[in-house]
C-alpha cells in the first residue's frame, strides 16, 4: 500500500522521541496554563507555580482533572490565555449534553490544528488531485472549519456543502465529481438511501472516500456504508475541547486511530476510581494539549469510553491507537439494573439487512419498570404488503437485541423514512424517565 505523509519527521517519532518533545511541551503549558485565573487557582493548591515543577511527564499526574463543569464555570473567558486581540477565532462545542463550552484559538493554535487535519486527510491516500465536499455544518461546529482548512492547506478542491439539503449534496457530488466526503455517519446513511431512488446513480459518482466523526458509530455501521456505497470510510475522532476533529484519525490500515500525540497528551483512567489505567485496558480518555496558546487544557476529562490498541501500525506512525469510541459515560443507559450502550443497539440494527438503518430508543417508566422501546424503519424494498413478514422482522430484531443486551425491547417498526432525520449529530436516545 502507498504510504504518504503529510509531515513524515512529526509523524514517523520514535516513542523516545515523542516522550522527549511531549515532556517540553506539557512544561511550556503548564506555564501557559499558569496564566488563566482558573488554573493558577487550581495549580498553586497542588504546589504547582512554574512549568519547571514538571519534572517527568509522570509529574502530570499531580495536576487536577478538568472537567466539562470547569469550563461552563469558567465561560465565557477564565481559562483564557493570552490577550484577547491575539485571538483569531473562536468556538463552541455542539453542546449535546448541555451548556456549550468555548475554545479560543491564537493564529499558531489555528496553524496547528490545520496541520493536523491535513495530516489526518494525507494519511488515508486523499491527496491533490481529490474533490472534497465537506457535508458538515459551518459555524461554530468545529467540523465544518476544521476540516476546511485542513484540506486547502494540502491544496485539494474543497466544496463547502455544509450539511442538509440532501437533493442539493448529491448533485453537486455529480457536477464537481466529489471524491471524498466527510459526514456524521447518521447523515452519509441518510444520503446513501436517496443516491439510486432519484435521477441520480451511484456510476454518475466518482465518490471513493469518506471520513465519518462526530458522533459514535458502530463497525457495522462503517461497513453498510462502504457496501452501500462502495467506498472506504474512515474513522475521525476529536471535540471541541481537543480542537475539534483532528486529535485521532484512522490511516490506510483502518486498524484503530492514531492519536497525535505531539499536540495531546493522552492518559487512560477508570472513570470511576480515576486512577491511571494500563494500555489496553478499557477506560475514559484524558487529554492534555501539548502545543495550543490560547486555551491550554489540562488533563481535560473526555469521557469517552475506548481503550488504547497495542502493536505497530504498518504505516510507520508511531503516535498510538485508539479502538473505536464506544460511546460517552455519560450515554450508558441503565435499563431495570442492565448497563446498555447505545452502539450495542445500533450493532444489531445494522446487522439486519430487512431494516433501515435511521433508528430510535426510547425509555420510558411503566410503574416501577423501565421500559426499552426500539423505533427502526423498514429497508425500502422489503414491504410488499405481507403483514406477517412484518411480524416476522419485529420478532427477529427482538430475539436479537435480547440476546445481546439481555433486555426485552419492544419494537415499532416505521415506514421508509417514517422517523426524523438528522442532517449533524443524531439524537438516538430519549429518556423520558423521571429525573431522579
Ligand atoms: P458536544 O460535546 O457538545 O457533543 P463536540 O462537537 O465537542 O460537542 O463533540 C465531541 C464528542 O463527539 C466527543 O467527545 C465524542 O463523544 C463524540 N465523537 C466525536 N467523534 C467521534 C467518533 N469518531 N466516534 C465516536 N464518538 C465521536
Ligand atoms: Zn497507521
Known amino acids: 500500500m502507498d504510504i504518504t505523509y503529510w509531515n513524515a519527521h512529526e509523524e514517523t517519532l520514535d516513542k523516545d522521541a515523542l516522550r522527549e518533545l511531549q515532556l517540553i511541551r506539557l512544561r511550556q ?82 496553524d496547528n490544528w ?22 458538515t455544518t459551518y459555524g461554530l461546529f468545529t467540523g465544518g472549519l476544521g476540516f476546511h482548512y485542513g484540506a486547502e492547506r494540502i491544496g485539494i478542491l474543497v466544496i463547502p456543502a455544509s ?35 432519484g435521477d441520480i446513480k451511484r456510476s454518475d459518482l466518482k465518490l471513493q472516500r469518506a471520513f465519518l466523526g462526530a458522533e459514535p458509530h458502530s463497525e457495522e455501521t462503517r461497513k453498510k456504508i462502504e457496501e452501500l456505497l462502495g467506498i472506504d470510510a474512515y474513522n475521525s475522532y476529536g471535540l471541541s475541547e481537543m480542537n475539534g476533529p483532528g486529535v485521532a484519525f484512522e490511516c490506510v490500515y483502518k486498524n484503530g486511530m492514531h492519536v497525535w500525540e505531539d499536540a495531546f497528551f493522552m492518559e487512560m483512567i477508570d472513570p470511576v476510581s480515576q486512577e491511571v489505567i494500563p494500555d489496553e485496558n478499557e477506560g475514559e480518555i484524558v487529554f492534555t494539549t501539548l502545543n495550543r496558546t490560547a486555551t491550554p487544557l489540562l488533563r ?27 460511546g460517552r459515560s455519560d450515554d450508558m443507559l441503565i435499563i431495570n439494573g442492565v448497563n446498555i450502550f447505545p452502539s450495542q443497539i445500533e450493532d444489531v440494527i445494522m446487522k439486519i439487512p430487512e ?82
Open 300 to 326: 481535560y476529562r473526555t469521557r469517552d469510553l475506548t481503550s488504547v490498541m497495542g502493536g505497530e501500525c504498518p504505516c510507520g506512525r508511531k503516535h498510538r491507537r485508539i479502538a473505536r469510541i464506544k
Open 355 to 436: 431494516v433501515g438503518t435511521n433508528y430510535q430508543i426510547v425509555v420510558d417508566k411503566h410503574g416501577a419498570l423501565d421500559k426499552l422501546t426500539v423505533k427502526t424503519e423498514l429497508y425500502s424494498k422489503i414491504f410488499n404488503g405481507d403483514f406477517s413478514l412484518l411480524s416476522n422482522i419485529k420478532i427477529k430484531l427482538q430475539t436479537m437485541l435480547r440476546d445481546t443486551i439481555l433486555v426485552n425491547p419492544s419494537i415499532e417498526l416505521h415506514e421508509p423514512g417514517g422517523l426524523p432525520v438528522s442532517e449533524g449529530k443524531a439524537k438516538r436516545v430519549f429518556d423520558n424517565r423521571p429525573k431522579m
Open 114 to 135: 490545520t496541520d493536523l487535519m491535513a495530516r489526518c486527510i494525507i494519511s488515508t491516500g486523499v491527496n491533490r488531485g481529490d474533490v472534497f465536499q465537506n457535508m
Open 29 to 110: 503549558t503548564v506555564g501557559q496554563a499558569l496564566k488563566t485565573d482558573f488554573y493558577k487557582r487550581r495549580l498553586n493548591k497542588v504546589g504547582i507555580s512554574s512549568g519547571d515543577d514538571i519534572k517527568t511527564l509522570d509529574d502530570i499526574r499531580r495536576i487536577p482533572f478538568t472537567t466539562k463543569d470547569d469550563l461552563r464555570e469558567a465561560y465565557p473567558f477564565a481559562m483564557l490565555a493570552i490577550d484577547l486581540h491575539d485571538v483569531i477565532r473562536l468556538h463552541t462545542s455542539s453542546g449535546t449534553t448541555g451548556t456549550p463550552t468555548v475554545i479560543y484559538h491564537s493564529r499558531s493554535d489555528i
Open 163 to 197: 450539511s442538509g439539503k440532501t437533493n442539493r449534496q448529491i448533485m453537486l457530488m455529480r457536477d464537481f465529481g466529489t471524491t471524498v466526503v466527510h459526514a456524521t455517519p447518521s447523515y452519509l446513511l441518510h444520503i446513501s438511501s436517496h443516491i439510486n431512488s
